[in-house]
């Protein structure tokens, strides 16, 4: 009885509150307005097809033995990583050349060897205590019967790109636009194995997860399912709405500016059997309370096995999705109001 009473109610009242709802949404979408176009498009395109592919190669290689969380082989990719962002002078919040977060072998489950998420950031201008954290996850299966998974698609495809979009902050800085907010790059250990890089960073934080306005977590960006085999201008975007409406709109908006993809949100759907929203590392952000975008291009036939090679992507469009993840980064980082973390 009472649970139908306050259906009724709620029925009323969602009635009478209908056009202003509608009229918030519109508001909230004729605000999010881009500036600084011609420089956004100048930075982004630093981001180029031959780099991310020269990075996939390197991080997929079988002197990497597949990644597998703690081995000789993701460490051997965690040190790449980090001497990247040695050279290219992008900074780590840990202080020094120490870029990794060291994750305990007891916070692993058993069998794994201690690990690391690796992080660099660029400092915020104007906010710098509020951080926009871009993340992927480094780790892979490794090894089986003497094959190596070498996963260029998963997830060396989300590694490159966030390489490429720091490259990409990093150049917009030395021209004199840092970002208002810090930007973080953070490279997840574990993920394979259950989400353990992020679940370790929500425990032990570097920046207030208070302070943390959003996660835009990249895993598998570099392929084309069969779905869109004759349209492959695509990305799948899950989560971009559950958190923050604001968000979402971003993200709209970013694509309609700078890279018209087809935006997929099939998989964002509650009641999608696949379960990707709780499957990749932004989830343990998103619990957090922290708004998420998660980017992914599908399973395919090489998902998980030892034929998801470098040769089999796409690198043109790996550059235009990496784009759009750039573009929308851009905006939350330096828009003067603080992202808002409310769903209308
Ligand atoms: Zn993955």
Redesign the pocket.
């Known amino acids: 009885m009472k649970v139908l009473l306050v259906v009724s109610v709620l029925t009323i009242v969602g009635a009478c509150a209908h056009k202003r709802h509608s009229e918030k949404l519109a508001d909230l979408k004729d605000g999010i307005r881009f500036e600084q176009e011609n420089h956004i498009s100048e930075f982004a395109s630093t981001i180029k097809a031959s780099d991310l592919k020269s990075i996939v190669y390197e991080l997929s290689s079988n002197d990497n033995e597949g990644r597998k969380t703690g081995t000789y082989g993701h460490n051997r990719a965690s040190k790449f990583i980090k001497d990247y962002y040695i050279k290219k002078q992008i900074a780590s919040p840990l202080g020094g050349e120490n870029y990794y977060q060291s994750i305990p072998k007891s916070f692993l489950s058993k069998d794994f060897n201690s690990s690391q998420n690796v992080i660099a950031y660029i400092k915020g201008s104007e906010f710098p205590e509020e951080v926009l954290i871009i993340s992927a996850?480094s780790d892979?299966l490794g090894m089986e019967n003497n094959i190596v998974n070498p996963?260029a698609d998963?997830?060396a495809s989300?590694t490159a790109a966030i390489m490429e979009i720091a490259e990409a902050f990093k150049t917009a800085q030395l021209n004199g636009f840092t970002p208002k907010r810090s930007i973080v790059f953070l490279h997840l250990t574990g993920?394979?194995e259950g989400l353990y890089g992020s679940r370790y960073y929500i425990e032990h934080p570097v920046f207030s997860l208070n302070n943390t306005v959003a996660n835009l977590n990249i895993?598998?960006i570099g392929r084309i399912d069969d779905r869109h085999k004759d349209n492959p201008n695509y990305i799948y975007l899950i989560g971009s709405d559950r958190i923050s409406t604001e968000l979402h709109y971003i993200s709209e908006e970013a694509n309609a500016e700078f890279t018209q993809l087809d935006l997929d949100y099939r998989y964002n759907a509650e009641n999608d059997p696949n379960r990707y929203y709780y499957r990749?590392d932004h989830y343990n952000f998103a619990q957090m309370g922290i708004p998420v975008i998660f980017y992914f291009n599908g399973e395919h036939e090489d998902y998980h096995q030892p034929s998801d090679t470098a040769d089999k992507l796409n690198y043109d469009l790996l550059e235009k999705r990496t784009k759009l993840i750039f573009a929308t980064a851009w905006y939350v980082a330096n828009n003067t109001q603080r992202l808002v973390p409310e769903t209308l």
């Open positions: 996850h892979h996963g998963d997830n989300g993920e394979e895993d598998m990749s």
